[in-house]
Nanobody
């Protein structure tokens, strides 16, 4: 059974930083990657960044390029999202999910419960 558990959200001031973690278990070999997605109030859930399970391929949405960095620690079965220079428009619930297409950061079947990120002074 696939399980994804996010942590690391919180309240941060503009231009601040946060690191989100996604601890994964039960992953099967057909999982292409892990991604981070976010949903702001009243808006659709969108892809933020994805990372391949088998190579170094990563993708980023345009609004976060140069500010966010995705990485993985295979020994810990954990994927991280380092978020720097945060803006109020980054405020959202962040979810990690399995990914069926890393190049287009398309979510698969399994999701975590989400962690709230609020950027405000």
């Amino acid at each position: 059974q696939v399980q994804l558990v996010e942590s690391g959200g919180g309240l941060v001031q503009p231009e601040g930083s946060l690191r989100l973690s996604c601890a994964a278990s039960g992953l099967t070999t057909d999982v292409r990657g892990i991604g981070w997605f976010r949903q702001a109030p009243g808006k659709e859930r969108v892809g933020v960044s994805c990372i391949s399970s088998s190579d170094t391929t990563t993708t980023y949405a345009e609004p976060v390029k140069g500010r966010f960095t995705i990485s993985r620690d295979n020994d810990k079965n954990t994927v991280y999202l380092e978020m720097n220079s945060l803006k109020p428009e980054d405020t959202a619930t962040y979810y990690c999910a399995t990914v069926r297409n890393v190049q287009h950061c398309l979510a698969g079947d399994y999701w975590g419960q989400g962690t709230q990120v609020t950027v405000s002074s």
